[in-house]
């Protein structure tokens, strides 16, 4: 039979979680801290673990490192009653050897089905995420073919900052009509038509950092002249 070690610090949902689990087939026992995991797993092993997110002496993450630390073949689960928390934390999940995450909200079945498949060393992901990670991993593809040259970027910093094309050709030390020119390029390369979508584009394609560093680094040398 297979074993399970739910953690999880609210008692009821660790209580609903080993009975259903139970009904499921597998053999199940709880704990509600992760606090003294050294312990109990100097006393037996376990095949699976499903590891609340969110406990207030040690998170799901955190708990998730101590026992791989001790095991590191352990198969385990973060379930979390937040869907909003997967995503952000679905890339450190994954560079951590954890092997998947399933919503308290989700269904009995969808639950029973992600445990059967990380005992199978897959990863089961609820469709809306499939759906969200594809879309990010489009815009990181989008963004690797953008090309900007030295000046688009500088310019596209100075739009950023809300600049105007004046005070961009004044700091840049070229004609306001070259930066008109620029922008024009710029805003074909983006796929946009105004100022406001540009800035929006940028942050969606995650190229905002290296424009801030840009700006900071003109506002230090305009400082310092």
Do not use: C
């Not at 406990?55 to 869907?83: H, N, Q, R, S």
């Not at 910093?157 to 094309?165: E, L």
């Amino acid at each position: 039979m297979t074993s399970v070690l739910v953690i999880d610090d609210h008692a009821v949902v660790a209580s609903g979680t080993k009975t259903v689990l139970q009904n499921a087939g597998f053999e199940v026992e709880t704990q509600q801290s992760a606090k003294n995991i050294q312990l109990i797993l100097s006393k037996r092993h376990y095949d699976l673990f499903l590891v609340d997110l969110n406990m207030p002496d040690m998170d799901g993450m955190a708990a998730a490192d101590l026992i791989l630390d001790l095991d590191a073949d352990a198969k385990i689960i973060i379930y979390t009653g937040y869907e909003t928390e997967i995503e952000p934390l679905f890339a450190s999940m994954i560079e951590r050897g954890i092997s998947g995450v399933v919503s308290k909200s989700a269904s009995i079945d969808s639950l029973i089905a992600a445990l059967h498949a990380a005992l199978r060393d897959e990863v089961l992901l609820p469709m809306w995420l499939f759906q969200r990670l594809r879309v990010n991993d489009s815009i990181r593809i989008e963004s690797s073919k953008l090309h900007l040259n030295q000046n688009e970027r500088d310019i596209l910093a100075g739009v950023m900052h809300g600049d105007t094309n004046r005070e961009i050709a004044q700091n840049l030390l070229i004609g306001q009509r070259t930066v008109e020119k620029y922008l024009t390029g710029i805003f074909q390369k983006l796929g946009v038509h105004s100022r406001v979508e540009a800035a929006e584009k940028v942050n969606e394609l995650g190229i905002s950092p290296d424009l801030r560093k840009k700006l900071n680094t003109a506002e230090q040398n305009q400082t310092n002249s």
